[in-house]
């Protein structure tokens, strides 16, 4: 079990071990009960010594399950105080939205796996399970785990229209994703977006730093999302030294669906663009993964890459994510 950092879990973890502990108050009761029994056979002033400490002789007549039960106890406390210290909790900065916007959170494997949970809170920090009026909703708000394994994607969305009413109200969340104490359980990169319900096209983009272990050479950047009359373009700037890498767009399957090799000189820069035209119809949304991978060892470590997604018609940027 995966705990995240909070009120919530505290109140959990604490009732846990006043269980686990009332099972151990039980158990030393028994020894004392049964050592009371077998000293009180004999005469003397130790056997009210005896009665009132437990000890050493009196603990090694305890029967072997008993130790092992407490051995266990012990064990148990010192694993769950560890894992509610080590699992980590990531969270975006507070995002509003109104009436017609979802906020969607994406998460991609960058490794062999990705094992996470992926929830919102409103701006007390409390999650979100109901919307305005009190009304459960079944599948927006409660935390929901996410396992993926190598270049897989998924999503959980939120849909502002639960919270809201008319136009020019708001509703104000964070997204929070938690994942294991394990790094190689967490090998995985999200992005929260806001996008437009009817046109479903992206109005704001966090792509959040990498998580779990350090992004290797060949890597993911945060994914983004694209509609219908929109690009994706994925552009890469030359820093210091020569930036050599072949950049690809990949689906939500892990499907190739654009690539471009780039040999940079300092200074100089390129880009690879995806026409959604090719993937989605009108009022429809495809998620997009953006990778690069070196040429040759070391040549993508002067690389800046950055995404954006703009209009076709306009040229207006819609959406950006620099990494």
Known sequence: MLFEPGHDSRIAIVAVLRRLGGHFLVLKDRALERSHKKRNTSSGPEMFFAVSHLDSE??????DEEITMIRRFLLTVLVMACAMG?????????????????????????GDVCDA???FRDIRGTPVPEDGRGTPVPDDGRDQPIFLKAGQTAYRDLNFNRFVTRLGQR???????????????????????????????????????????PVPEDG???PIGGAFGQIVRLAAVAGSEVCAVEVDFHSATGALLASKLMKLA???????????????RFGERGIIDPCFMPIAPGTAAACKFSVQVFDQFTGWTQALSTQ
């Not at 969270?91 to 009436?99: D, F, V, Y």
Request: glycine fraction near 8%.
């Open 266 to 280: 300092p200074g100089e820069a390129d880009v690879l663009d995806l026409n959604m035209n090719s993937l989605v």
């Open 58 to 63: 009196t603990c090694t007549q305890n029967s």
């Open 171 to 213: 509703y104000e969340v964070r997204a929070v994703v938690v994942f294991p104490p394990d790094p190689v359980r967490a090998q995985c990169r999200w992005s929260a977006e806001i996008f437009d319900q009817f046109s479903k096209r992206t109005t704001l983009m966090y792509g959040h730093p990498p998580q779990g272990v």
């Open 86 to 110: 080590i699992a980590q909790a990531e969270e975006s900065p507070l995002l509003g939205g109104g009436l017609g916007q979802t906020l969607r959170v994406t998460i991609v494997a960058t």
């Open 220 to 222: 993911h950047l945060s």
């Open 117 to 119: 949970t992926v929830g």
